[in-house]
């Protein structure tokens, strides 16, 4: 997401050195956000689009900063109650001591991932709302639960999710292992019964000589399902896009609108404020202003985890990573790219209390790093240009079930 911005127009010509001078390590310090009085509404005119030559002299400035490693790139421009994390590749995903990795764990966990045969009906496997061929989730605004009837939020890309936490739209899981369950067990999702998972499975013998294999027991619990579908999915990473080729050093295989997006995304735009780190999220919860308090759509988010009145309308930040190929957006699936993107521009929606909500202890509050940014056609197409970069080569994965 976009949720802050410095509000100057930045030109070439301002950044690039005089003729015969060093490059300067980071462009100069810009006006920010910040500065502007608080407590006016605002819409800012769309920035003044750079000309052709312009253009072309600012990319090859960014060429100039952006061909050292990332911890030498300009500064990240974020609000001063972030500490961002810069961008980069991707760590070794972590296991948890109580269900540590293994090749034969993993591939258990892969079976019964594509396996219908543990939701209630039998129709539904965890891969129904996470394809890999549509990039770990389902290209739904919402996806279809138990008998069909439509749930309530979009389903979660899975890329990297051995990385993410908390989990959930709303943060309720801790763990990928708590996250498996609670899918598992919903009633409106898969819907299934732990005992009548127990019992199908033994029923298989390719499943029991599998299981016996991994936890060295011939009896299959519903705990050991879980652990094997989570160290599936601690296995499902990236690191393949033409971004991860850039960090890797390839600093030609972004156009110049890529380069150009990446630098908006750091600086101008504030996307880092949410958005950072090698997943390109914060990890944190925030209200964009999209929870239709009150109207159709309603969705609360994190107040329905936990009761708290300042959780009204906070969802948690998804990775960026592969966001081109996961389509629609946001928490209900209603927004296309580049809708989010012009939402994001114009600050996102503000809730306005009214008489009837004068005392609402649960009325909603945006955050507070959203802010509008006054960036130009261009600028978008130059962050949606960035977010491509990020997309990961399409698979297809499609393992025989045990019969």
């Not at 652990?227 to 599936?232: D, P, R, W």
């Not at 592969?322 to 699936?333: E, I, L």
């Not at 909603?364 to 990020?390: H, M, Y």
Request: hydrophobic share 40%; charged share 25%; aromatic share 6%.
């Amino acid at each position: 997401m976009i949720p802050w911005v410095l509000v100057v127009a930045v030109t070439a010509a301002a950044l690039a050195p005089a003729r015969g001078a060093e490059p300067e390590s980071n462009p100069p310090p810009l006006v920010g956000a910040s500065d502007i009085p608080q407590g006016k509404a605002m819409r800012l005119a769309a920035r003044p689009r750079l000309t052709d030559r312009q253009r072309a002299e600012w990319a090859a400035r960014l060429r100039e900063l952006y061909a050292e490693a990332p911890d030498r790139w300009p500064q990240a421009v974020v609000d001063s109650s972030v500490q961002a994390v810069e961008l980069g590749p991707l760590p070794d995903v972590p296991h948890p001591a109580g269900n540590p990795s293994s090749k034969q764990k993993a591939e258990l966990g892969k079976l019964l991932f594509f396996d219908p045969r543990l939701s209630g009906s039998g129709q539904i496997a965890c891969a129904t709302c996470h394809d890999p061929e549509l990039g770990w989730a389902d290209g739904r605004s919402t996806s279809f639960g138990h008998a069909r009837q439509p749930l309530r939020r979009n389903a979660s890309a899975l890329l990297n999710v051995g990385l993410a936490t908390p989990l959930f739209w709303d943060g309720r899981a801790a763990s990928l292992e708590e996250q498996v369950m609670a899918v598992l067990t919903n009633p409106a999702e898969m819907r299934g019964e732990p005992a009548d998972m127990e019992r199908t499975l033994a029923a298989v013998p390719e499943y029991r000589e599998r299981f016996r294999d991994v936890f060295g027991d011939d009896v299959i619990t519903f705990d050991e399902v879980a652990k094997a579908l989570a160290a599936f999915e601690r296995t499902i990473v990236g690191g393949r896009s033409r971004f991860d080729a850039f960090l890797k050093g390839d600093r030609e295989v972004l156009s110049d609108s890529a380069l150009i997006g990446l630098h908006l995304f750091r600086t101008e735009a504030g996307c880092m404020n949410c958005h950072h780190g090698p997943t390109l999220s914060d990890g944190r919860l925030h209200d964009l202003g999209l929870s239709y308090y009150g109207r159709r759509y309603e969705d609360l988010g994190r107040y329905h985890v936990t009761d708290q009145a300042g959780d009204v309308g906070r969802f948690r930040t998804p990775s960026l990573r592969n966001v081109t190929a996961t389509k629609p957006y946001m928490h209900n699936g209603l927004f296309p790219l580049a809708g989010v993107l012009s939402m994001y521009n114009a600050g996102m929606p503000t809730l306005r209390r009214g008489s009837a909500h004068a005392d609402d202890p649960l009325f909603p509050t945006k955050s507070p790093l959203l802010k509008p940014l006054g960036l130009n056609r261009q600028d978008l197409e130059d962050l949606e240009a960035f977010l491509t970069t990020l997309e990961e080569p399409a698979l297809r994965i499609r393992p025989d079930v045990p019969e």
